[in-house]
C-alpha cells in the first residue's frame, strides 16, 4: 500500500468529516429555519465528500477495511483534522467564523488538488469545488451579516474570529506525507496558498467591519494527532455504534 | 356586508368547493374556513420542525456514512417540509413568527408522536417506518384537499414522505436481517413505536371533534378510524415479512371483515401525550424556544445588516 497516499488523502477527509460532524450536530437548531437547512447542506456535502475519499483510501489501504471502518474505528491520535474543524459551537458566531476560515482554505486547496495527476484525487476536488465555493458565499455573508450588523453582533463575531485566529495558520503545515506527496506531483504545496488565504479572509473581514487580529501566536497538533480536548467527546459520537456493536452492518 | 350576502357568498363558496375547484389564498372564504386551515396547516408545519428533533438525535451517532447522509437527508427534508407549509400558512394572514409565538406558548399542537424519545439506533428505522407510514396515509387524501397552497405543497410533501417510509423500512429490514442483537434492537423499537403510531391517527372517530366540518372541506376524506384500519392492514404484513411480531396479543386477520382486528389502544396514554405529560414534551419544547431565543441576535443582525444595505443602496442611487 501507498503509506503516504493514504495518510494524505485521511489529512484531506478527516476535516470534511469533523466539520460534517459538528454542522450535522445542530440540525434542528439553528437560529432560523433556512439557516438550519443550509447548515445541514453543509454537512451534507462534506459528508458527501467523506465517503468519496474514504472509498479511494479504502481501496489504497486494501487490507479489508471499509470507509465506515475508515470513518469510525481509529484512535483518536489517528485522526489528521486541522484543530479549527473540532472547535465547539460556542454560538453561531463562532460557526460560523469556524467555518469560513475554513472554506477559504478549502476552496483554494480543492482549486490546486483539481489539477492533480492523481484522478481520483482530481475528480473529488472538481465536484466539491461547486459544493464548496457554495459554502464560502455563505459563510461569508454571514460574516459580513454578523459583523456589519448590531453592535452585539458585532462584538460577537469579533470574538469569533479572534478565538479561532489562532487555529488557522495549521492550515498551511506541511507534514512529512504532505511533502513526498508535494514531491511525487501528488500533493499540493499548502504553503503556497497561506498569502491568498489571508488576503482573501481579510477582505471579508474589512468589508465586514471587524478588525484583522494581530496575534502572531498559533495553535498546531491536528495534522499530527494532537487534538484539542473537545475531539474526544466529538469521536465519542461518531463512533459509539461502531464501538458499541462491533462487526456489524447496518 | 348585509348577512344575506354573506349567507349568498358563503353558499358559492361552499358550492365551489362541492365541484372540487381549489381555493385560493385571495378568494373570499368564511372565516372559519381561515382558522381551520391556520390551525391544521401551521400544526402540520410545527409538527415537521418539532420532528427534525427525535432524529436529530441520532444524527451525530449514526451507525455507517451512508446512514449519516441519508439521516441528514431525511431531517432536512422535514426542515424543508415545514418551510413550505409556514408559507403556505402564511397566504391565510399570519406571519411564520406568530406561528412561533403559538408554537412555543402552547397554542398551537404538533403532533405527539415527537414527544417519545428516541433511545436506540433502530428508533430511526421505526419512525420512517411506522410514523412516516402514519403520516402518508394522513396526508395522501390532502394532496386533494380544497385549499390550494395546502394541496400543492402537500403532493411535494407526499412524494419525500414516502421514500422516507421506505428508507425507515429499509433501516428496519437490515437490522431484522442482522445479528440476534440487532433483531432484538428492531423488535423493541418496533414495541415501542407501534402505539404511539397507531395513537397518531387521532382520537377514535366518536371522541373526534373536527371531523364532520373538515370532511366538508376535504381537510379529510376518512374518518380517524377507517385510516387506522389501513394503517394496519397495510403494516402487518411488512413486520411478518421482515420477521417481526406486532406487539398486540388481539391482532387476528378477520376473514369477513377482510381485515385485521386488533387491541384496545391505551387512549389514557395518548391524552397524557397530548396534554403535555409525555416523556419528551418538555424537551421537545424547550429545544424548540432555546434554538428561536439563542437566534434572536442573529436574526436582528441579519435585519439590520439588510437595512444598513438598502440605505447604502439608496445613498448611492441619490
Given amino acids: ?250 | 356586508m348585509s348577512e344575506e350576502q354573506i349567507k349568498n357568498l358563503e353558499a358559492q363558496f361552499e358550492e365551489r368547493i362541492a365541484r372540487d375547484e381549489k381555493i385560493e389564498p385571495k378568494d373570499w372564504m368564511p372565516e372559519k374556513y381561515r382558522q381551520t386551515h391556520i390551525r391544521q396547516m401551521s400544526q402540520h408545519a410545527h409538527s415537521e420542525i418539532v420532528g427534525m428533533l427525535p432524529e436529530g438525535n441520532w444524527i451525530t451517532r449514526a451507525p455507517s456514512l451512508r446512514r449519516k447522509v441519508a439521516l441528514l437527508a431525511k431531517v432536512q427534508d422535514e426542515a424543508g417540509h415545514g418551510l413550505y407549509l409556514y408559507s403556505a400558512t402564511e397566504t391565510l394572514g399570519i406571519s411564520r413568527e406568530e406561528m412561533y409565538e403559538q408554537l412555543h406558548t402552547g397554542k398551537a399542537k404538533y403532533s405527539s408522536i415527537f414527544n417519545y424519545p428516541t433511545v436506540t439506533w433502530a428508533d430511526m428505522g421505526a419512525i420512517g417506518w411506522l410514523v412516516d407510514g402514519a403520516a402518508i396515509i394522513n396526508q395522501v387524501p390532502l394532496c386533494s384537499t380544497s385549499f390550494g397552497p395546502y394541496a400543492r405543497a402537500m403532493v411535494r410533501v407526499c412524494k419525500e414522505e414516502s421514500f422516507h417510509q421506505r428508507q425507515g423500512y429499509e433501516i428496519m429490514i437490515k437490522l431484522a436481517n442482522g445479528t440476534p442483537e440487532q433483531k432484538a434492537m428492531a423488535q423493541d423499537a418496533l414495541n415501542r413505536w407501534w402505539w404511539p403510531s397507531l395513537m397518531m391517527l387521532g382520537p377514535t372517530d366518536a371522541e373526534s371533534i373536527h371531523t364532520e366540518q373538515s370532511m366538508k372541506w376535504k381537510l379529510k376524506r376518512k374518518s380517524n378510524d377507517e385510516l387506522r384500519q389501513q394503517f394496519i392492514d397495510q403494516t402487518v404484513p411488512q413486520a411478518d415479512l421482515i420477521g417481526l411480531t406486532i406487539p398486540d396479543p388481539d391482532l387476528k386477520w378477520n376473514e369477513e371483515r377482510q381485515s385485521y382486528d386488533f387491541g384496545e389502544i391505551d387512549w389514557e396514554e395518548f391524552w397524557q401525550v397530548v396534554k403535555g405529560h409525555g416523556p419528551c414534551n418538555k424537551e421537545r419544547m424547550k429545544a424548540r424556544v432555546g434554538a428561536w431565543e439563542r437566534g434572536e441576535w442573529v436574526r436582528d443582525a441579519a435585519m439590520a445588516y439588510s437595512e444598513k444595505q438598502q440605505a447604502r443602496k439608496e445613498k448611492q442611487a441619490v
Avoid at chain 1, 484522478?119 to 459583523?147: C, N, P
Fill in chain 1, 1 to 250: 500500500m501507498n503509506f503516504n497516499l493514504y495518510k494524505y488523502i485521511l489529512g484531506i477527509s478527516d476535516n470534511s468529516l469533523i466539520l460534517g460532524q459538528r454542522m450535522g450536530a445542530l440540525t434542528g437548531h439553528g437560529p432560523s429555519l433556512e439557516t438550519d437547512i443550509a447548515c445541514t447542506n453543509i454537512s451534507l456535502d462534506l459528508f458527501g465528500q467523506v465517503r468519496s475519499y474514504y472509498q479511494y483510501a479504502a481501496k489504497i489501504a486494501d487490507d479489508g477495511r471499509t470507509e465506515d471502518d475508515i470513518a469510525m474505528l481509529r484512535k483518536e491520535r489517528e485522526y489528521l483534522n486541522v484543530l479549527l474543524v473540532e472547535q465547539p459551537d460556542t454560538d453561531f458566531a463562532f460557526t460560523m467564523a469556524r467555518q469560513f476560515l475554513f472554506d477559504v482554505y478549502h476552496l483554494l486547496f480543492l482549486t490546486e488538488l483539481q489539477k492533480n495527476k492523481d484522478l481520483t484525487l482530481s475528480a473529488i476536488a472538481t465536484k466539491s469545488m461547486k459544493e464548496v465555493s457554495y459554502h464560502q458565499r455563505f459563510s461569508s455573508d454571514w460574516i459580513k451579516r454578523l459583523g456589519d450588523g448590531t453592535e452585539e453582533s458585532h462584538l460577537k463575531m469579533q470574538d469569533a474570529i479572534d478565538t479561532l485566529w489562532t487555529y488557522t495558520d495549521e492550515l498551511f503545515h506541511q507534514t512529512e506525507a504532505d511533502k513526498i506527496m508535494v514531491s511525487e506531483g501528488i500533493g499540493v504545496d499548502v504553503t503556497k496558498l497561506k498569502d491568498n488565504y489571508y488576503q482573501k479572509v481579510n477582505n471579508v473581514l474589512e468589508e465586514a467591519t471587524l478588525k484583522i487580529p494581530e496575534s502572531k501566536y498559533f495553535q498546531k497538533g491536528g495534522k499530527e494527532g494532537i487534538h484539542t480536548e473537545h475531539m474526544g467527546y466529538l469521536l465519542s459520537d461518531l463512533q459509539y455504534m461502531q464501538r458499541t456493536y462491533p462487526n456489524m452492518e447496518w
